[in-house]
């Protein structure tokens, strides 16, 4: 038991899993609302994602408000 | 650590920081927006591509009210997002925090990732109203913001690390910090784009939008801290064997 925790724990005793589940909620998070232009409804319904740009009209207000670039 | 208990922490409290930054800029920041998507849609009046009648109107109060509604479902995702990655530096350097408690360890935190992350980039690329944006340099404009963001979090987690070895003379790695983001703003090209909306609302929408992200590291770092206090995931799990 102490074996395998020791690896799965970083030297400040937090859990690596624990880590890389929130350094993915950050990354996705901060794509879909500060730069998003399509790229993620793209995956389903191809290039005209990138005309609708769905993602970014709804985060838009957003995008501005919080300092991300914008029109 | 309690592993489950730790992330659901986090993500309670990230959430609940960005409603109320959603909140807050439904109430600060939304009638300057209103105010420079009138401006465009004057400029679309005068180059005859849209007729200023009651559809076009009706069209457009709609199509913005869906916009800000999208005001507060984006800010409990940028909230989380960001409370993420506060999350899990709070994790990392909690036991090399000042302060007695939990929450002043995370307001000290908030505090260091608003100025290094947040209010340093700002003052370099600042938020900008609908209008001043070419949406041909967007993509740009994006890599620059972000490299800054990168640049100066990265150079604060050095200077930090750099500290730990100093032992005394720890005011040497702020120093040092200091000169390395000087460079780092006076290097980093500008926002190629002009203004040509008018200051006084670039300005007023300026300090509404550092209000609101301020509010929002406030509140991160003071539910963060509260939470921790309460559910205490940091501590292990008592068996008994
Ligand atoms: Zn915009």
Known sequence: ?71 | MKTFLFILIVIASGASAGLILGVANLVFVEPSLDQATGIENQHLFATGEEKDTPEFQIKYEGYRTWQKSGQMLAGGILGISIGSLFGIAFALSRNALPGKTDIKKALVLAGIMWLTIYFIPFLKYPANPPTVGDPETVILRGILYLSFITISGFGAVGFYKLSQKLKTKKFIAIVGYVAFIVIAFITMPENPDQITAPVDLVNHFRMMSAFTVSLYWLSLGLILGSLWTHYKPHKEITSFS
Do not use: W
């Not at chain 1, 020791?6 to 400040?12: E, T």
């Not at chain 1, 937090?14 to 929130?22: C, E, N, R, T, W």
């Not at chain 1, 950050?26 to 389903?44: N, P, R, T, W």
């Open chain 1, 1 to 71: 038991m102490s074996q395998s925790r020791q690896i799965n724990v970083s030297k400040n005793g937090v859990p690596v899993i624990a880590i890389v589940v929130l350094a993915i909620i950050f990354a996705v998070g901060l794509f879909v609302v500060g730069f998003d232009q399509g790229h993620i409804f793209s995956l389903v319904y191809g290039e005209e994602a990138f005309q609708d740009m769905y993602i970014h009209e709804l985060t838009h207000d957003m995008r501005h408000a919080a300092g991300f670039p914008c029109h």
